[in-house]
T-cell receptor, first 112, second 112 residues
Framework: GEDVEQSLFLSVREGDSSVINCTYTDSSSTYLYWYKQEPGAGLQLLTYIFSNMDMKQDQRLTVLLNKKDKHLSLRIADTQTGDSAIYFC????????????FGTGTRLLVSP | DTGVSQDPRHKITKRGQNVTFRCDPISEHNRLYWYRQTLGQGPEFLTYFQNEAQLEKSRLLSDRFSAERPKGSFSTLEIQRTEQGDSAMYLCASSLGSAEQYFGPGTRLTVT
């Protein structure tokens, strides 16, 4: 079945780079997304990548996709305290259904 | 573009009562999704509309749950005879075609 896994926690210092990792099982995943959730809030779409790409860069964010290993990562350069949040990886298949399948989220804590 | 809005933001109800939530998608987005998020977990897909047609329902959506999108604009999610296990954050998202899904702030339901 479809499954998305992430590590639960990451702690970094302000100014360092953060790398959040995700693995997924559905080989028909066509789109892979990264969302950010702050306490008590909804999900903010950060970026997404098509499965025919292996990298996408958007300002401080870099997404790397290894389709063979079904591994996705999100790198945040120059991490700031405002980046502290839970980051969710999600996959979506184009096999007729539109749902996103989410991981359990990685809590990023950025210390000054 | 005012984003996806949800109402109410918080709802406390007694077990056995019915509750209804509303979602207003981004204007002109033809697809609307409902997800449920429990504490410490990623969102789980409940159902999806394209315009006014409900095209997919998760097995999580028991007979006590019903969703509508009568004119292809706003949507309502009703839970009948609420149970304590229904306590969660209910998230709505919308998209234009098969593009990225934008989430609302969610409705937090507490069943006492």
């Amino acid at each position: 079945g479809e499954d998305v896994e992430q590590s639960l926690f990451l702690s970094v210092r302000e100014g360092d780079s953060s790398v959040i990792n995700c693995t997924y099982t559905d080989s028909s995943s066509t789109y892979l997304y990264w969302y950010k959730q702050e306490p008590g809030a909804g999900l903010q779409l950060l970026t997404y990548i098509f499965s025919n790409m292996d990298m996408k860069q958007d300002q401080r964010l870099t997404v790397l996709l290894n389709k063979k290993d079904k591994h996705l990562s999100l790198r945040i350069a120059d991490t700031q305290t405002g980046d502290s949040a839970i980051y969710f990886c999600a996959s979506r298949s184009d096999t007729g259904f539109q749902k996103l399948v989410f991981g359990t989220g990685t809590r990023l804590l950025v210390s000054p | 573009d005012t984003g996806v809005s949800q109402d109410p933001r918080h709802k406390i109800t007694k077990r056995g009562q019915n509750v209804t939530f509303r979602c207003d998608p981004i204007s002109e987005h033809n697809r609307l999704y409902w997800y449920r998020q429990t504490l410490g977990q990623g969102p789980e897909f409940l159902t999806y509309f394209q315009n006014e047609a409900q095209l997919e329902k998760s097995r999580l959506l028991s007979d006590r749950f019903s969703a509508e999108r009568p004119k292809g604009s706003f949507s309502t999610l009703e839970i009948q005879r609420t149970e304590q296990g229904d306590s969660a954050m209910y998230l709505c998202a919308s998209s234009l075609g098969s593009a990225e899904q934008y989430f609302g702030p969610g409705t937090r339901l507490t069943v006492t």
